[in-house]
């Protein structure tokens, strides 16, 4: 996660389309308060459901993250040698579980962000990593998880920042949410909407990643119905004893529905402790503001950041793979991919009702 900014840059967005999906309109309706309740939010009944988020394991989520914060990625320095492999590990990855680039016509995966973009921040040309599962009934719908796989590299003394738990929790998270969808389209049991996986780079210099897909989105950003944003979970802070929690932000700035969704599936599948403190606007940490999903809220796509709070070695060498909690981030993995499993396959889309004042 980057640090703090003061001021946030206004910029002008335009698209350009990887494959043909028909543009639809976002239903925004004159609301600013809702009588929608967590209760009365109707989800999906089925087992099957279980079955496939029970396939995120710790095992799993460790075999990805001791090798992403392993030396040899030199801490994935945005532009530098260790993010260019890492996001040759994702690439590869997603091909051995054979889910689609997002670049359908050119086969690839990789949206190449220039150097010139990052304001001098980045030696070199860095690079987004989409992956792209279709939807069965509604593909023009397209809901997107995301995580930055980018992090400080090394220090002016030759040691390397693992960056275990920023954002290495919220990648491995991503990649092993992707293997569940991709095992139930399988098995014939495929979301209704589309689902794009999104590996962002350069958020550590300043939210970079995001900005580019949402100047250049490979899907028209009104088809994009939510951004769930994984961005530091695999680790306890000092507020709390245990991992059974997650800090929730931004669930409730742009649709009351999202918010209640998420809390109703949190009720019924993973009884984590959800953690508003963050989501509070006069909170001084901003974190709102802070992590890549902020690129997505600014232009009225719903959201929610999935965080576990900051630590004494974050953005420290110290940040390690051995200190990650692997049981909290199944657990909030899990959390992640059951509400964009509901998302995905509820009958109507999101609605935007909450109007800033």
Known sequence: MKKITLFVLIFAF???KARPIQDVKIPVSKIV???VKSDSIPLLDDKVIEYYASLITE???KKHLVKLTSKEFEGRKTGEKGQKLAADYIVNYYKEIDIAPAYE????YLQRIPKD?????ANADSENVLAFIYGTEKPEEIVVISAHYDHLGVGSNGNYYPGADDDGSGTVALLEIAQSFQKAVVEGEGPKRSILFLNLTGEEEGLFGSKYY???PVFPLKNTIVDLNIDMIGRVDGRHKTGDYVYLIGSDKLSTELHYLSEA???KYTKLDLDYKYNDEKDPNRFYYRSDHYNFAKNGIPVIFYFNGTHKDYHKITDTEDKIDYNALQKRAQLVFHTAWQIANKEERLKVDVIKK
């Open 14 to 16: 335009f698209s350009c």
């Open 265 to 267: 599936v949190n009720k």
């Open 33 to 35: 308060q809702s009588s």
């Open 59 to 61: 095992e799993d989520l």
């Open 214 to 216: 949402s100047s250049h």
């Open 105 to 108: 016509q050119t086969g690839s």
């Open 117 to 121: 973009f990052m304001q001098g921040r």
